[in-house]
């Protein structure tokens, strides 16, 4: 495998915001000039934007906020782990690999991602170190049946996170988005693992758009929205206490008790919307979701509940 230490290092150096000149990044790795173009090519690979003059050097167009163990640490005291990946192909993937190994409240965050998921097989445009990507372990007792109502209990619990970190009016839009302005902030993918009648091995991911710049339109295809400058590793410490709270709570009481928090949430709620099932388009007003998670919707005076994996939801104004 390719060793990627250099060019971490190199983004160690940059992160800062200011210029470093070739000669002086040159002397710091003991190599030549040409040798540090080779890690810059690596960094634009990876997504990062750079700013590249005569006689100054190189500099990151935006300062970054690495993750910083000792930093999430601080702010958040527990026995579960939180291990940092640099670079890695999906956090999903990574932690479905190790089910064996975790235990429930587990969680791995990465700079960037080379492979990562969406939901309905897309592609998760992860740039490095502008984004948050997050995964958490948790071992369901109840079994798949709940998994519905466990992703929509973290997108309630990412949705009151970020709200009170940024004190801006972010909505959830069922079943797993979040939005801001009307326009996708983060996305929820819930994997699992496990056979039914048993307990369900869940992998929860979570990515939220924070200082992402122009992504590929061939990846992120609606309108999206950055969180903005925000403390990472703090976001990080939030994120897996209050998600850890919220499972246990989730397991002992069920949906039902986070039924009004995704009510005043709701991106959509009393709005015309049409459900795309398939070829079907379903019109009508959203009116929540009800205990088992599905999503109302009001027709012709009547409420209908719709549940499943392949319901899209839009606005119909
Ligand atoms: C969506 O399609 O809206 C869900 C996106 C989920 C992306 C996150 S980023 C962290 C985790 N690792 C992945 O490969 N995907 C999820």
């Known amino acids: 495998m390719r060793s990627y230490q250099n060019p971490l290092k190199l983004i160690e150096i940059l992160a800062d915001g200011n210029f470093h000149s070739g000669e002086e990044l040159a002397s710091d790795f003991g190599i030549t000039r040409a040798g540090i173009n080779k890690y810059i090519k690596v960094l634009r690979e990876w997504g990062i934007e750079l700013s590249s003059i005569q006689g100054k050097g190189y500099s990151l167009k935006i300062p970054m906020d690495l993750f910083n163990k000792s930093k999430i640490d601080q702010y958040y005291q527990a026995d579960s782990r939180v291990e940092i990946l640099p670079i890695i192909d999906s956090t999903n993937q990574y932690m479905l690999d190790k089910i064996p190994e975790l235990k429930s409240g587990d969680c791995c965050i990465a700079e960037f991602q080379s492979k990562a998921r969406g939901r309905r097989g897309r592609q998760w445009f992860s740039p490095f170190g502008t984004n948050l990507y997050f995964s958490m372990y948790w071992r369901l007792e109840q079994g798949i049946a709940a998994a519905m109502g466990l992703s929509l209990v973290v997108g309630i619990v990412v949705t009151q996170a970020l709200r009170e970190l940024s004190g801006q009016d972010i909505k959830v839009k069922w079943p797993n988005d979040l939005y ?138």
Not at 204 to 214: A, D, E, F, Q, S
Not at 226 to 238: E, S, W
Request: with cysteine; hydrophobic share 40%.
């Open 180 to 317: 801001l302005n009307d326009q996708k902030l983060a996305g929820i993918l819930v994997e699992l693992a496990g056979k039914t009648g048993d307990c369900a091995h869940v992998v929860i991911g979570i990515g939220v758009n924070l200082n992402m710049t122009n992504p590929d339109p061939n990846i992120v295809n609606q309108k999206w929205a950055n969180l903005g400058n925000i403390n990472r590793n703090l976001l990080v410490a939030k994120i897996a206490k209050t998600l850890r709270e919220n499972l246990e709570k989730f397991e002992k009481n069920g949906l039902a008790f986070f039924i009004d928090d995704w009510n005043h949430l709701d991106n959509f709620i009393h709005r015309p919307v049409k459900l795309l099932i398939g070829d079907d388009v379903i019109r009508g007003v959203a009116k929540g979701i009800n205990d088992q998670g599905a999503l109302l919707l009001e027709q012709n005076g009547k409420i209908q509940a719709y549940i499943g994996g392949e319901i899209s939801l839009r606005s119909d104004e």
